[in-house]
């Protein structure tokens, strides 16, 4: 049981900072809207089916995202903090409170330390501002009229809910993330619940 909490601890923060950082950023030259800063807080499931077993995790999470480094803090329902991620140009580091920190180039270098396979997740960065890149190559801007794209590396997107759906370029509050398979995981789906700024 213990090891099993291990692993899905360690698919909860690689799933959150994996998509932190492997996507290239959008610029603000392409997409005026998109900011290199931002602080968000939210809650996070995921669900999936790992050796034949379903699997859930809940939890909160705090985003603060400066221009090269993208520092994400996961905790509990109750407010435990449960892990730290910290993501530079020069590597990724996770950080448990019962564990020494393990680092890693990159996020996914360190998935496949930590879980032996790498979990092909990206666009995080990207999906919080309301952004993809589609599967035809090209930015995907999401808004109220035109909420789902399936991206370049597999996810079925849906931006289901938003901050503040009158503005010209409305936040997500809400996006659905679905993959059919991720490494030896299957059906892994993903509800972010972004809360509102104030």
Known sequence: MLITRR???IVFAATLAG???TG?????ATVGAYRETIDLDGKLSVNYIKDGRQESLTGNFSWEQRPGR?????????????ATIAVTPEGATLTQADRAPRTAADIDS?????LGWTLPVSGLRDWLQGYALGADGKRFAASPANNSVLTKDGWRLRF????????AQPLP?????????AGDIQ???IRIVITPAG
């Open 7 to 9: 692993l899905s601890l």
């Open 19 to 21: 998509c932190a950082t």
């Open 24 to 28: 290239a950023p959008l610029s603000t």
């Open 70 to 82: 993208i520092d994400v803090s996961l905790a509990s329902p109750l407010g435990q903090t449960l």
């Open 110 to 114: 360190l998935t496949q330390q930590t």
């Open 160 to 167: 289901v809910s938003w901050q503040d759906e009158a503005s």
């Open 173 to 181: 509050r809400r996006i659905d993330a679905e993959r059919s398979a």
């Open 187 to 189: 059906d892994l789906a």
